[in-house]
């Protein structure tokens, strides 16, 4: 089977995203169904990988119902309560500053992004760049993996590391796993940002 996602490789930001349904407990009786949605900010050799890890596990996975792919950065992120960011770490600002009033207010982010952006007041983690531009949370997801040894499905570990919200880190280790893929949720956002490379 084809993946569901693809890439462009004139366009530095190829969106993708993944609806899913999910159900909330509303004073502890009653069972609340809503459509969450995964977007894929991404480009290159992992943003291809990052969308096809997603993109395997929204078809195995109950909760999720297909995955589809958008030109417009504005449109595939509007609805999105899930966005992962996975772009070289120069085009970070900009993508956020687009993003600005954009974005969800209940949204989460993941970054998988390696690097820093450094500015005169000093460098500055891309973690904290999406949390402060954009206004929401965000995760990162690192390891010491190389993209093309995981579009091949060879043996991988990776580690998501989150602030306080472990039911969005489990989230996010769904969204990624795979039988060769490995990943463990770990509380510590800056320290695997900066050191599980």
Do not use: H
């Given at each position: 089977m084809a993946p569901a996602f693809e890439q462009v490789p004139q366009d530095t930001e190829t969106q993708t995203e993944a609806p899913h349904k999910a159900s909330n407990t509303v004073n502890n009786d009653a069972q609340v169904d809503y459509k969450s949605r995964v977007t894929v900010v991404g480009s290159g050799n992992w943003?291809?990988?990052?969308?096809?890890?997603?993109?395997?596990?929204?078809?195995k996975l109950n909760s999720f119902h297909g995955a589809y792919r958008y030109p417009d950065l504005e449109n595939a992120v509007k609805d999105a309560n899930l966005l992962v960011f996975v772009n070289p770490h120069q085009f970070m600002e900009g993508i956020c500053k687009?993003?600005?009033?954009?974005?969800?207010?209940?949204?989460?982010?993941?970054?998988?992004?390696?690097?820093?952006?450094?500015?005169?007041?000093?460098?500055?983690?891309?973690?904290?760049?999406?949390?402060?531009q954009l206004g929401i949370n965000c995760s990162v997801l690192m390891g010491a993996n190389i993209a093309n040894e995981i579009a091949v499905e060879k043996f991988s570990e990776a580690t998501v590391g989150y602030r306080?919200?472990?039911?969005?880190?489990?989230?996010?280790?769904?969204?990624?796993?795979?039988?060769?893929?490995?990943?463990?949720?770990?509380?510590?956002?800056?320290?695997?940002?900066?050191c599980a490379r």
């Open positions: 943003g291809s990988v990052a969308a096809k890890l997603i993109a395997s596990n929204t078809l687009r993003l600005v009033g954009k974005v969800r207010e209940d949204g989460e982010a993941i970054s998988l992004i390696k690097g820093m952006e450094v500015k005169m007041e000093g460098p500055c983690m891309i973690s904290t760049l999406i949390t402060e306080d919200k472990r039911d969005i880190a489990e989230q996010w280790v769904r969204l990624f796993c795979t039988p060769y893929f490995i990943v463990t949720p770990v509380q510590d956002v800056e320290g695997v940002e900066l």
